[in-house]
């Protein structure tokens, strides 16, 4: 059997134990579709592979080889690519994959494994929901095959309804974004990098009063705990990067009211509201985001000030 239809009957397989319902069905579920999934990113290396080359791109070791006049890279050992290589190589051979849905499926995924309960159903829909997204885009723009000719009737009319039922509930929680209180536009923007830490699910509902509940498993946040989340969830990569490279984060601890909600670009915390001034009153330079303490100076001027006194 050729990759793909693997790819397309861990898929099938996916559908009928989300049909079955029951627990462990349903965590069998997740785990066939996303299997599913990752075999049509196989596919797309191996017809990528040089011919000749032991589908050197499939494989996770590669290793140089002389033939004749010239090197050739041939895969070596049974061990295909895990997920982060088949990234890195997508990203050099210029194949477009919406990861940050596909990062969502891997979450539900490692939520359900760990804690399901039968309140997660949204969480299971939004991911069978994103993979049937994933997979038809890319069944179609890299694998150049009609995704609906692929696919029985019953799975096909299957992910259609799992995907409009997710895709009211989302467009639901979109808009009630604009219910979240807060003056920084930073979060307002990055809202939707949300979701939530219990199951997984990005159907996250903003009420009235800023507070939001998970529409899959019901979890609530208070109003300053929904920003503070947002902030996290949108910053923490960025924030990673940047200190690993030796710069500043773009997020941190606010000097008034101390949640992790400060955003540097807009000199506001996104909780409290609180403003400070990016520029030392004495010497005028920037001052450096870990001195930021609400006093206007850099660390060196209050030093230097508490010694004049
Ligand atoms: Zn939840
Ligand atoms: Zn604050
Ligand atoms: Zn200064």
Same mark, same amino acid.
């Given at each position: 059997?050729?990759? !793909?239809? %693997?790819?397309?009957?861990?898929?099938?397989?996916?559908?009928?134990?989300?049909?079955?319902?029951?627990? /462990?069905?349903?965590? $069998?579920?997740?785990? #066939?579709?996303?299997?599913?999934? !990752?075999?049509?990113?196989?596919?797309? !290396?191996?017809?990528? /592979?040089?011919?000749?080359?032991?589908?050197?791109?499939?494989? =996770?070791? +590669?290793?140089?080889?002389?033939?004749?006049?010239?090197?050739?890279?041939?895969?070596?050992?049974?061990?295909?690519?895990?997920?982060?290589?088949?990234?890195?190589?997508?990203?050099?051979?210029?194949?477009?994959?919406?990861?940050?849905?596909?990062?969502?499926?891997?979450?539900?995924? %490692?939520?359900?494994?760990?804690?399901?309960?039968?309140?997660?159903?949204?969480?299971?829909?939004?991911?069978?929901?994103?993979?049937?997204?994933?997979?038809?885009?890319?069944?179609?723009?890299?694998?150049?095959?009609?995704?609906?000719?692929?696919?029985?009737?019953?799975?096909?009319?299957?992910?259609?309804?799992?995907?409009? +039922?997710?895709?009211?509930?989302?467009? #639901? @929680?979109?808009?009630?974004?604009? #219910?979240?209180?807060?003056?920084?536009?930073? +979060?307002?923007?990055?809202?939707?990098?949300?979701?939530?830490?219990?199951?997984?699910?990005? !159907?996250?509902?903003?009420?009235?009063?800023?507070?939001?509940?998970?529409?899959?498993? $019901?979890?609530?946040?208070?109003?300053? %705990?929904?920003?503070?989340?947002?902030? %996290?969830?949108?910053?923490?990569?960025?924030?990673?990067?940047? +200190?690993?490279?030796?710069?500043?984060?773009?997020?941190?601890? *606010?000097?008034? *009211? @101390?949640?992790?909600?400060?955003?540097?670009?807009?000199?506001?915390?996104?909780? @409290?509201?609180?403003? =400070? =001034?990016?520029?030392?009153?004495?010497?005028?330079?920037?001052?450096?985001?870990?001195?930021?303490?609400? /006093?206007?100076?850099?660390?060196?001027?209050?030093?230097?000030?508490?010694?004049?006194?």
């Amino acid at each position: 059997m050729s990759i !793909l239809q %693997n790819a397309i009957q861990a898929m099938e397989c996916g559908i009928e134990d989300y049909g079955m319902g029951t627990d /462990s069905r349903l965590k $069998s579920a997740i785990r #066939n579709v996303h299997a599913g999934v !990752l075999l049509l990113f196989k596919q797309k !290396l191996s017809q990528l /592979s040089p011919q000749d080359s032991d589908e050197a791109l499939l494989k =996770q070791k +590669v290793m140089p080889e002389i033939a004749g006049s010239t090197i050739v890279w041939r895969g070596k050992g049974e061990k295909t690519v895990d997920v982060q290589s088949i990234r890195e190589r997508f990203a050099s051979l210029d194949v477009s994959v919406d990861w940050q849905a596909f990062d969502a499926i891997n979450r539900i995924r %490692n939520e359900i494994e760990h804690y399901y309960t039968t309140a997660n159903n949204k969480a299971i829909q939004e991911a069978i929901a994103k993979s049937f997204a994933i997979a038809s885009e890319f069944l179609t723009t890299q694998l150049q095959v009609d995704p609906k000719s692929q696919f029985s009737q019953h799975t096909w009319d299957v992910f259609i309804d799992v995907k409009d +039922v997710y895709q009211k509930e989302k467009a #639901n @929680c979109v808009q009630s974004q604009t #219910n979240i209180d807060t003056e920084s536009d930073y +979060v307002r923007e990055n809202a939707d990098a949300m979701s939530c830490d219990a199951c997984g699910s990005d !159907l996250i509902f903003v009420d009235g009063h800023g507070g939001a509940q998970c529409r899959s498993c $019901s979890k609530r946040w208070d109003r300053d %705990n929904l920003i503070v989340s947002i902030v %996290n969830e949108a910053s923490w990569y960025e924030n990673h990067m940047s +200190v690993k490279d030796g710069g500043d984060p773009i997020t941190t601890d *606010c000097p008034e *009211c @101390c949640k992790s909600a400060f955003i540097v670009e807009e000199m506001i915390c996104a909780v @409290c509201g609180e403003t =400070q =001034q990016d520029q030392c009153n004495r010497c005028g330079t920037a001052i450096p985001i870990e001195e930021l303490d609400g /006093s206007g100076f850099c660390g060196y001027c209050s030093h230097m000030m508490s010694k004049d006194d």
